[in-house]
């Protein structure tokens, strides 16, 4: 069974994508938030941060794609435990 915590793992080459969002550099987020989603298929930061760098330049198709990722990992691997957890979370 998954580990189903939501926690961050130290990674500078994620902080750095997200520093570069924070910049509103986009496009070089983009780039190491793609590298890391296909590294790490099951891990929702890097899928997170290429949904905000892809909307940000209005790829919104692209970003749509990633979010229906998105939700399959937390539907997949967290949701149920958010649930018996006592977290209010809605149903999607």
Do not use: C
């Not at 189903?4 to 500078?12: A, M, S, V």
């Not at 749509?64 to 939700?71: E, P």
């Amino acid at each position: 069974k998954r580990n189903n915590t939501i926690e961050k793992k130290k990674n500078p080459e994620m902080d750095f994508g997200y520093k570069l969002l924070s910049q509103k550099k986009n496009a070089e987020a983009e780039s190491i938030f793609l590298k890391l989603t296909n590294s790490e298929p099951n891990n929702l930061y890097p899928h997170i941060g290429l949904d905000v760098s892809l909307n940000n330049q209005k790829k919104y198709s692209e970003a749509d794609k990633i979010r229906q990722k998105i939700l399959n990992i937390w539907n997949r691997d967290f949701k149920d435990d958010f649930i018996k957890q006592g977290s209010p979370i809605r149903s999607r």
